[in-house]
């Protein structure tokens, strides 16, 4: 259909943003103030602006309000422009209830990225990649200040992550992992789904909840193959999604087991200035990760109940002993 070719979705995701962009947008009547410490601009536009009080006074920044809205005077343009004028050096307009032109911009950007990821007209490493070039493009952001999130230590420890699942495959060690389980659980598909989801799941709070789906995924995938279950049944869906459940779930057991734990650390530290050790973090997350991994293998299990007509291969023969490239991965 015309509707889902590459071309009419990538035209209509441009639309979008395209409409974002030209719809009007809010200047707002609040703006603060930061670096002006005696106030020279708050006294240059008195006749337009109001100071708001505050519950608690600050020498570095303070907020104002406009006395007549969506006058010319009225604008947080105005305000730069008047600090401008006065001379006075790192003096900082923000906006409170209102959009900046460059959070506008943004937004046009945030709806075409959105679609283009859930639609999936192009590659998404491709929609990846176009971030960082739509933030230049649009003048968010400069090219430093838009490529350098790339390479943010979350990013790289998970791409790191996903990079040792891989090796994991290409050593042959995730096919010793499923010949493994699959020798404990015989030929049930249910058997062998729990035990590689909860053991997985349980294992991600140290070692990262992607690298272990994608441990777990890459073992899986030949087995179901060789038992001809066939994509989009509930036998799919529940084997596919027990995975990634479980593994995000026990993710948030450390801190290193997942990059939103990380990133939540950080943010309290950045905000709070508290800050949360490896152990601690353990101490109170990893009980309820070790309660949440076989719980929700088993609310997918409920929800999408396996066909018991699907039996995976028997493994009769032995794997074989460890070899040298197997011992130097681990």
């Known amino acids: 259909m015309f509707f889902k070719s590459k071309q009419f979705q990538l035209g209509f995701a441009l639309a979008l943003g395209i409409i974002v962009f030209f719809l009007p947008r809010p200047e ?28 608690k006074e600050k020498a570095k920044e303070y907020i104002v309000e406009a006395i007549h809205p969506k006058s010319p005077e009225c604008t947080a343009q105005f305000l730069r422009d008047t600090a401008a004028k006065l001379n006075t050096e790192g003096v900082e307009v923000d906006y409170i209830d209102g959009l900046s032109a460059r959070g506008k911009r943004f937004l046009a950007v945030l709806v075409v990225l959105l679609f283009l990821f859930v639609a999936e007209p192009i590659p998404l490493e491709i929609t990846a990649i176009c971030i960082g070039v ?12 838009a490529w350098a999130p790339y390479m943010h230590p979350v990013v790289v420890f998970i791409m790191c992550c996903l990079i040792f699942a891989i090796s994991l495959d290409k050593a042959g060690i995730t096919k010793r992992l499923g010949h493994f389980i699959v020798k404990k659980a015989g030929t049930s598909v249910t058997k062998f789904t729990f035990i590689i989801a909860v053991s997985l799941g349980i294992s991600s709070s140290f070692m990262h909840d992607a690298a272990a789906c994608a441990i777990g995924i890459i073992t899986m995938l030949p087995l179901m193959k060789a038992a001809g279950i066939e994509p989009h049944t509930k036998t799919a869906k529940f084997m596919m999604l027990s995975l990634p459940f479980g593994c995000s779930c026990g993710g948030m057991g450390s801190l290193i087991g997942g990059g939103r734990c990380m990133v939540a650390a950080a943010f309290l530290k950045e905000f709070t200035g508290l800050e949360i050790t490896f152990f601690d973090w353990i101490k109170y997350a990893f009980p309820a990760a070790v309660i949440c991994v076989p719980v929700a293998v088993s609310i997918v299990y409920l929800v999408f109940r396996p066909n018991p007509k ?21």
């Open 28 to 55: 707002g009547t609040k703006f603060k103030i930061t670096g002006d410490q005696e106030r020279l601009v708050l006294q240059d536009v008195s006749q337009h602006f109001t100071l708001v009080p505050a519950e």
């Open 134 to 145: 739509f933030l230049v493009i649009m003048g968010i952001t400069d090219v430093k200040g």
């Open 310 to 330: 699907y039996k995976l291969p028997v493994f009769d023969e032995e794997i074989g002993p460890w070899t040298a490239l197997e011992k130097k991965t681990l």
